[in-house]
């Protein structure tokens, strides 16, 4: 799965296409490489997403699935690290 549609799907970001502009200002990266929005997405895949060289949230992948109502969300990535 793409990065951009997983981050939709999760919740994580609003929109894809504001997941897309995020993850192309460089604010993401997957397995600790920079990421692109097509990049694909795999069950145990480390996603780290922050702004000016900070890390906020970083994930790691349990499930892909192409919807996933809001109520169910946490059962498709383990929280890792959450900065305020």
Known sequence: ???DKYLKVTHLIRRRGQAKE???AG??????K????????????IIA????GRIKVTVEV?????YCPLNEVTEMYRLIKEDE
Do not use: F, H, W
């Open 1 to 3: 799965m793409r990065l």
């Open 62 to 66: 349990l499930q892909l699935r192409s």
């Open 49 to 52: 997403l922050g702004e000016e």
């Open 22 to 24: 995020y993850i192309d």
């Open 27 to 32: 604010y993401a990266s997957v397995n600790g």
């Open 34 to 45: 920079l990421a692109k929005p097509a990049t694909d997405v795999k069950v145990g895949d």
